[in-house]
C-alpha cells in the first residue's frame, strides 16, 4: 500500500520466527567468515553444473543445512549461532552461485570465440553486474515480497526459511546432505576416475527414408538431481523442446540435405549434432527471444511500480527509513540510485570492460528490465528455473544490432554487455529468494542485502580461476563440458556483427514461442530444451518423474506432513548429489591439469571393458534412482513433527 506522501508501508499477516520487536544477533563475523567458506565451495560446484548441463540450482536450502550443521559443531565448543546467523550465511553462499550461474551462461562464452579467459576482466564485470543485481531489487522488495506475499510462493525462498526453523531442533538434515554428497562422490569417481561404469548411452537412426533421429542420456547423478528438484512439469517441457529439436526439426533437416559439409561424412549421430549446432539452437534462441519479451510485458505494472517506489524514497535520503520497523529496513534508496549511476560510469571508464557509453546504457537498461523479470518469475517457477539464458539472449542481440549499427565489430564487446545483463539477473533471482527467506523468518533486509553484497565480491574474485580451471582441465565446449549457452551466447554475437546470423531459423523460434503462448505453455523452459544437448535432457527428465512418483506414492497416505518432509527431504538429497558430483568433477579436473594416470579420457581405468562398463551403468543408475528414493521416503515415514527431522 502506500502512504499519502507516496511512499511504502510495510504492511504484512505473517507473524515471521523473530518478531519485529525483537533484537537477535545476525551480520556477525563467525556468520560472514563461514558464509565466505561455503560461498567458493559451493559456486565451484554450481559452476560445474551449470557449464555440463546448462542449468543450476539454488544453493540456499544446501547452505542452510551445511550452515547448521557446522553451528551444531561450533555449539560444542561454546560457539553458538543464531537462526538469522544461518540465515546470512545462506545468504552469502547463495550469492556466489547465482552469480556464477550467469558468469558461465555468458562471459564464459569468450573460450568459443578463440580468446582466454581474462581473470580480471571475468571479475569486474562478476562485480559490477553482481552490483547492480543487488541494487535494482531493492526497490521491488516491498511488492514483491511483501504486498504479493500470498501470489509469489517463492519455493526455494519458503522451503529455506522452513529448513532454517527446523534446524533449531536437531540435525538429521546434515546427514541427509552428507549421505547424497557421498553417493554421488562415489558414483562419479567409478565413472570418470575408474571407468568402472559408463554413464552415457546415446545415438541416432533412421526410419525407412527419414534419417538423423537421436535419442540419448548422460545418466549421472547430478542430472537426475536436478530434475528431482525443478519437479515433472518443468523437466517435461524441457525434454519437450527436445524431442521438438531431436526427433523432429533435425530428422528433417538432415534427411532434407542440410547437414554441414565438415559433418557430412560422419557418424549419423554426429551429423544430427552439427544440424542441431548450425541451424536447431537458432530455432530455441528465436524462442528464447519471445519468452523473454512476453516476461518484461506481463510485467509492466511491477517494473512501473518499482520505478515510481525508488523515485519517491529516493527524496528520503540515507536515513529516510529509520522510523519503519527493523524487518522493514532496506539499504537506502539514495546508495541504490547512486550506486547504479557509479556502476554505470565504470562499465565505460574501467579498461578492463570497455563496453562504450551505448554499450553501457544498454547493458543497465536491460539489466533493469530483466533483474524485475528475474524476481519476479523465480516467485513463481523458483531460482533453479530462472531463465537466464533467455534474457541473455534477448540482450545480446539486442546490443549486436545496435552496436553492429555504430560499427562496432568485436563480439567480446557485444558478450560483455550481455554477461552484466545476465550476471544481475540471475543475482536478482537469487536475492529475491533470500529476502524471502528473510521476511518469513523476521530477519532484517538492510542486513541480508549488506551480505549479498560481501557475498558478491568475494565471488567475483574466484569466478575468473574458476573458469580458468574447467576450461583447463575439460575444456569450454568439449563433451564434459559442452557449456550449450556460454556457445550459443558467442554464436549470436559473432554472426550477428559479422552478417551470418540465420535469421531465418531465428524467426522460425520467433513463430514456435508465439504458438506456445497462443497455447498457454511456458516458452521458456522448452527453448532450453531445444538447444541442450538430447543427452542432458532425458537424465533431467527422469529426475523429474521419479519426483512425481515418490509425491504421488507419498500423497496417497493422505499425511500432510508426510508429503511436507518428503519434499524436503528430496530436495536436500539431491543437492548433495549434486555437490557430490560438482566436486569429484574438481577433483577428476585437477587430476587431468596435473598429468596424473593414464593420460586419456580415464585417469585410472581397471579394464572392464565397454559392454561391462554399459551394464554396470545400468544398474547404477538404477541403483541410484532407488538410493533417492529409498532415503526420500524413509525420513517422510518417520513419525513426528517435520522439524525433528533437521
Known sequence: MATESGTSTETTDVDPYVPADSSTTELTVKAVVLGLVLNVLLMAANAYLGLRAGLTISASIPAAVISMGLFYGLSRIGIQGTILENNIVQTMTSAGSSLTAGVIFSLAGVAFLGESIDIVTTATVSLLGGILGVLFMIPMRRYLIVDQHQELPYPEGTACADVLQAGEQGGRGVRFVSLGFIVGAVYMALADIWGVIRTTIEGAFAVTNTRGFALGGDFT???????????????????????????????????????????????????????????????????????????????????????????????????????????????????????????????????????????????????????????????????????????????????????????????????????VVAIAAAVAGDTSQDL????????????????????????????????????????????????????????????????????????????????????????????????????????????????????????????EEATERATLNGRIVAAGLIAGEAIMGIVVGAIRILGVGSGGTIPFPVGVGDQLSLWFGIVAIGGLLAFIAASTLRGAKDTGDVEELY
Not at 551480505?451 to 574458476?466: E, N, R, T, Y
Request: aromatic residues 8%; neutral net charge.
Open 221 to 419: 547423478p547430478a542430472l537426475v538431481g536436478v530434475g528431482y528438484i525443478i519437479g515433472p512439469r518443468i523437466a517435461a517441457y524441457i525434454l519437450g523442446g527436445g524431442l521438438v529439436s531431436w526427433m523432429m526439426l533435425i530428422p528433417l533437416l538432415v534427411t532434407g540435405g542440410m547437414v554441414p559439409p565438415d559433418a557430412a561424412g560422419g557418424t549419423l549421430f554426429e551429423q544430427a549434432n552439427a544440424v542441431w549446432s548450425s541451424y536447431v539452437r537458432y530455432v530455441g534462441a528465436g524462442a528464447m527471444i519471445v519468452g523473454g519479451l512476453y516476461a518484461i510485458a506481463s510485467m509492466r505494472s511491477t517494473i512501473l511500480d518499482a520505478v515510481r517506489l525508488a523515485g519517491a524514497e529516493f527524496s528520503e535520503g540515507l536515513n529516510g527509513d529509520t522510523d519503519r520497523k527493523r524487518t522493514a529496513r532496506d539499504l537506502p534508496m539514495a546508495i541504490v540510485v547512486v550506486g547504479a549511476a557509479i556502476v554505470a560510469i565504470l562499465l565505460v571508464v574501467v579498461p578492463q570492460v570497455q563496453v562504450g557509453l551505448l554499450g553501457a546504457a544498454i547493458a543497465v537498461i536491460a539489466a533493469f528490465l530483466f533483474v524485475a523479470v528475474s524476481s519476479y518469475l523465480v516467485g513463481v517457477v523458483g531460482s533453479s528455473s530462472n531463465p537466464v539464458s533467455g534474457m541473455t539472449v534477448a540482450t545480446i542481440l539486442v546490443a549486436a544490432v545496435v552496436l553492429r549499427s555504430t560499427g562496432v565489430s568485436d563480439p567480446v564487446i557485444v558478450l560483455t554487455t550481455g554477461s
Open 436 to 559: 524471502k527467506t528473510g521476511y518469513l523468518l523476521g530477519a532484517t533486509p538492510r542486513k541480508q542485502q549488506i551480505a549479498q553484497l560481501i557475498g558478491i565480491g568475494l565471488s567475483a574474485l574466484f569466478a575468473g580461476a574458476i573458469l580458468v580451471f574447467f576450461n583447463q582441465a575439460y575444456g569450454l565446449g568439449s563433451q564434459t563440458l559442452p557449456a550449450p549457452q556460454a556457445g550459443l551466447m558467442a554464436l549470436i554475437a559473432e554472426s550477428v556483427l559479422g552478417g551470418t546470423a540465420n535469421w531465418g531459423m531465428v524467426l522460425i523460434g520467433v513463430t514456435f514461442g508465439i504458438v506456445l503462448i497462443m497455447m498457454d505453455i511456458p516458452v521458456l523452459p522448452f527453448a532450453v530444451g531445444m538447444y541442450l544437448p538430447i543427452s542432458l535432457a532425458t537424465p533431467i527428465f527422469l529426475g523429474g518423474v521419479l519426483k512425481a512418483l515418490v509425491t504421488r506414492y507419498v500423497e496417497r497416505t493422505g499425511d
